[in-house]
């Protein structure tokens, strides 16, 4: 059965918590994003209500991806982080870290290969006029800039499409160690809830 809109919504705020406080906090701001791209982009975005997303492998820097990777790899190389990932859910299903390495192990080819992106940037009121000058200084070089501004989607509304928006997080390494330390500490405060879920939906969601 499929996880519900609720359920969703709960796990993300579980497993991925920086994302589901920018969500919430952009959705009682402005709650609109803004789309840089050249105005002939633009003509065909509005003309065929399409938008194209880049494979990850083609962004400026093609290693960020590699890159996270990396830092994943060296936060589980942590003896005690790791034993207490595993420890937090076995309270909710025993051995359940096995299979979730096996999954994403067998998912990290297709990750690197068929990751595609379309980037946007939060857009504040104060920049309903000009935009914001940092985008223009890639944007509106070599051909006229446009910036789309749209009202943000409802949180996982695309999962159908198996498209989903989340922040970028420019962590230091100590904060993202202690990203995912909060996440541990989460699931270890969640067990009764994780217990209502179904087992490939945790090993999906970890």
Request: aromatic share 12%; proline share 3%; with cysteine.
């Given at each position: 059965m499929a996880l519900s809109h609720e359920q969703t919504e709960t796990l993300g705020k579980i497993f991925m918590p920086y994302a589901a406080r920018r969500a919430k906090q952009l959705l009682a701001g402005t709650g609109r994003l803004a789309h840089y791209t050249t105005a002939e982009n633009a003509i065909k975005i509005i003309r065929s209500r399409t938008i194209w997303l880049r494979n990850a492998r083609g962004m400026h820097d093609f290693s960020e991806v590699e890159y996270g990777y990396s830092q994943l790899r060296d936060y589980f190389q942590d003896t005690e982080k790791s034993r207490n990932f595993a420890a937090a859910l076995d309270g909710c299903s025993a051995n359940i870290v096995t299979d979730a390495v096996t999954l994403f192990d067998k998912w990290w080819s297709q990750i690197q290969t068929n990751t595609y992106i379309s980037c946007f940037s939060e857009h504040v009121d104060n920049e309903d006029a000009h935009g914001r000058l940092s985008m223009w200084r890639a944007f509106?070089?070599?051909?006229?800039?446009?910036?789309?501004?749209?009202?943000?989607?409802?949180?996982?509304?695309?999962?159908?499409?198996?498209?989903?928006?989340?922040?970028?997080?420019?962590f230091s390494r100590g904060e993202l160690w202690a990203s995912f330390d909060e996440v541990i500490n989460l699931i270890d405060a969640s067990p009764e809830y994780l217990k209502t879920i179904a087992r490939q939906d945790i090993v999906g969601m970890v």
């Amino acid at each position: 059965m499929a996880l519900s809109h609720e359920q969703t919504e709960t796990l993300g705020k579980i497993f991925m918590p920086y994302a589901a406080r920018r969500a919430k906090q952009l959705l009682a701001g402005t709650g609109r994003l803004a789309h840089y791209t050249t105005a002939e982009n633009a003509i065909k975005i509005i003309r065929s209500r399409t938008i194209w997303l880049r494979n990850a492998r083609g962004m400026h820097d093609f290693s960020e991806v590699e890159y996270g990777y990396s830092q994943l790899r060296d936060y589980f190389q942590d003896t005690e982080k790791s034993r207490n990932f595993a420890a937090a859910l076995d309270g909710c299903s025993a051995n359940i870290v096995t299979d979730a390495v096996t999954l994403f192990d067998k998912w990290w080819s297709q990750i690197q290969t068929n990751t595609y992106i379309s980037c946007f940037s939060e857009h504040v009121d104060n920049e309903d006029a000009h935009g914001r000058l940092s985008m223009w200084r890639a944007f509106g070089r070599d051909a006229a800039g446009v910036a789309i501004v749209i009202r943000m989607p409802a949180p996982y509304s695309a999962l159908p499409l198996k498209v989903f928006l989340t922040p970028v997080a420019y962590f230091s390494r100590g904060e993202l160690w202690a990203s995912f330390d909060e996440v541990i500490n989460l699931i270890d405060a969640s067990p009764e809830y994780l217990k209502t879920i179904a087992r490939q939906d945790i090993v999906g969601m970890v």
